[in-house]
């Protein structure tokens, strides 16, 4: 019964701090302490998830050495499903369990068991909490549950990190795009600034802009970020065959750009390393004037908000567009008001 209050006061302790806390390093710090704290270990350690990387590295941590977390939390995709499927994994002796690395790292730091849970959010793992002990110990169902519980809000907070940056991340796109549309007519200074910035906002690859030419039968380049001069030099980018969607004024995500029929190139986007595309028309008033692309080297999954993010951008790209060309207009309108006014005073 002690036992079940101690949790208890931690869990409602953690959930408290997440009210009062902004700083998630505070937080994650706090999940892995009262972790030591209540299940008496020898060291707990919070691994967040690296995309690209084999390796998780370390948000938070205590107990054990430097040295020791030098040689990092490896084999990430060995365990994920066995932790999405069962819950935890426990190594009785790690020091002598083939599944483990650096094993001979483990005696040397003192470790007897570990036991490890996943930390999720909407059903993706993108942490593991792992419990270290310094003797060879066994775990009730109780303690797995409590750690479990624990990684659970180490993932909340993770996603709540997460959130707060993208808003503030979307927030300073906005506003740098909306502060170079007020300061510069350079439509391609802009452009060129909104390909960069969108890019590395979603961290995607690269990203380019497009605009119809006269005709409205191919797309020429404007702006890009993140592609190779081979790969932009590959040839003429047709309207017709381009993702002709996003030339209707919908938005067009390509899963494989491999293996959709839409795509142009594909030999040269293998090349590349372009694996997923996401597509979105430019407007002019109501008039589509070019695609904003987004490309990822890896298979992505674009969400409704991302989606939604490099759509709005996109119109802001197009309003960029359409105030320089009224102010073109507006100066060929006052060079003609000049000459016929100079034509008027020859008359007398």
């Known amino acids: 019964m002690a036992e079940k209050q101690s949790y208890f006061r931690t869990i409602r302790k953690i959930s408290e701090a ?6 998630m390093d505070v937080l994650f710090q706090l999940i892995v302490d009262s972790a030591l704290d209540t299940m008496k270990v020898k060291a707990v350690c919070l691994f967040l998830v690296d995309e690209g990387q084999e390796n998780y590295p370390v948000v938070a941590q205590k107990g054990l050495s430097q040295q020791y977390l030098h040689a990092g939390y490896g084999h990430a995709d060995n365990i994920a499903p066995t932790l999405m499927k069962d819950g935890f994994i426990y190594y009785h002796d790690a020091t002598t369990d083939p599944r483990l690395k650096n094993r001979d790292k483990k005696k040397a730091e003192g470790i007897g068991s570990i036991l490890v849970v996943p930390a999720k959010v909407k059903g993706e793992l993108i942490g593991v909490l792992a419990m270290y002990t310094s003797k060879i110990r066994e775990f009730d169902k109780e303690e797995i549950e409590f750690l479990r519980v ?4 180490g993932g909340l907070a993770i996603e709540n990190a997460r959130l707060v940056e993208k808003l503030r991340s979307n927030t300073r796109l906005f506003l740098n795009l909306a502060a170079n549309i007020a300061a510069s007519l350079d439509i391609r200074a802009i452009l060129q600034t909104l390909t960069e910035e969108v890019a590395k906002s979603l961290g995607v690859k690269a990203a380019s802009i497009r605009l119809l030419n006269d005709e409205k039968t191919v797309l020429q380049l404007v702006a890009s970020y993140g592609l190779s001069d081979k790969y932009l030099k590959k040839g003429p980018i047709s309207a017709e065959k381009s993702i002709a969607e996003a030339l209707n004024g919908k ?5 494989d750009a491999y293996t959709d029929k839409g795509v142009q190139y594909k030999q040269e986007k293998r090349e590349e390393g372009i694996v997923s595309i996401l597509c979105v028309p430019i407007k002019a008033k109501e008039d589509v004037i070019g695609v904003l692309r987004l490309y990822s080297s890896k298979k992505k999954v674009f969400s409704e908000d991302e989606v939604e993010l490099v759509t709005a951008l996109a119109y802001q790209g197009g309003l960029a567009i359409q105030n320089a060309s009224l102010y073109l207009m ?11 006014s100079w034509t008027y005073k020859c008359w007398f």
């Open 251 to 255: 938005p067009v995500v390509i899963d």
């Open 18 to 23: 997440f009210g009062t806390t902004k700083d």
């Open 150 to 153: 624990l990684a659970e809000q």
């Open 330 to 340: 507006l100066q060929d309108d006052l060079r003609d008001m000049k000459e016929s």
